[in-house]
DNA sequence: GTTTATGCAAATTCTTTGCAATACT
DNA sequence: AGTATTGCAAAGAATTTGCATAAAC
């Protein structure tokens, strides 16, 4: 079931210079084993209250500012998705389609489809770039 | 300074069968004013406290709900923008760069960018597709 | 032993709902 | 006149803050 061993979850708290919480371990487990993008409520319910709810939000704080996760723009709660490898604190890239399911709300990462390389204008400095569709999954699309 | 005229303003609110009250007149000419997505509080601040926060908060939903104007995904507060010519209650396509600066928090809608078309799994039932990046905008770039 | 994270309580802020008064058609 | 919208009050969520206890280093 669980893709990523606690040694590997461990080690990217290390990497960041975070302590290694319960806490911490269980909520990034969480997001490795995810396809999608996990708001505090997802995340809570997956957690089982077991830990508080104010804990949740800052530990989503203290992994958004280490550049462990980085919000990905939707319509409506704050959702949360894994760095890539390629991301650092600067640039955070999502070379994958999410879809947000206005049935469902869930947020999925369609890693398959191609994305074309986008020309911005040089005078604005991208960190990220997100491209979001909405619409109805293939889960809930009768 | 107005670049709708208050009979253009006022024919929207007609062709989506509202009535054509003042808060709406008010609130539907920022939207067309305004070349960035805005959220309730920008709004707000907008409207300088013209009206009960209630009644934007409603206004937005009868506006979303009509189709007039859609949610633009982004990170954190929710924002809106006008609906353009080609969208339906369906369907709402924004065939431009959607520019969140985290400096100023504004979100600009880069018109003259070009977007490549892409394909998504026919599996999925798209109804919107939004690209947004996220960096320093060209005004807070120093 | 020192520093940091957690849990609880409580304070803020955000959003929704009910209802009487008001404005629109 | 009849119906929809507004503003106020209040309820309900969501998020943040302070501080003592517990856990990590």
Redesign the pocket.
């Known amino acids: 079931m669980t893709k990523v061993s606690q040694e590997q979850l461990v080690d990217v ?2 990497k960041h210079q ?7 371990i269980h909520v990034l487990n969480i997001f490795f084993n995810n396809e999608y993008a996990l ?3 997802a995340l809570e319910k997956q957690l089982g209250n ?13 992994f958004e500012e280490a550049g462990i996760i980085h919000q990905v723009p939707s319509s409506g ?2 959702k949360f998705a894994l760095c890539h490898a390629h991301c650092d604190h600067q640039h955070h890239q999502d070379q994958h389609l999410h879809f947000n399911c206005t049935n469902c709300k869930q947020t999925f990462c369609l890693e398959n489809v191609n994305i074309p390389t986008i020309d911005y204008p040089k005078n604005y400095e991208v960190h990220s770039l997100h491209i979001t569709a909405t619409g109805v999954c293939k889960n809930c699309k009768i």
């Open positions: 708290l290390s975070l302590r290694k919480t319960e806490t911490r708001a505090h409520s077991a830990y508080d709810r104010v804990t949740i939000y800052r530990t989503l704080n203290t709660e704050a």
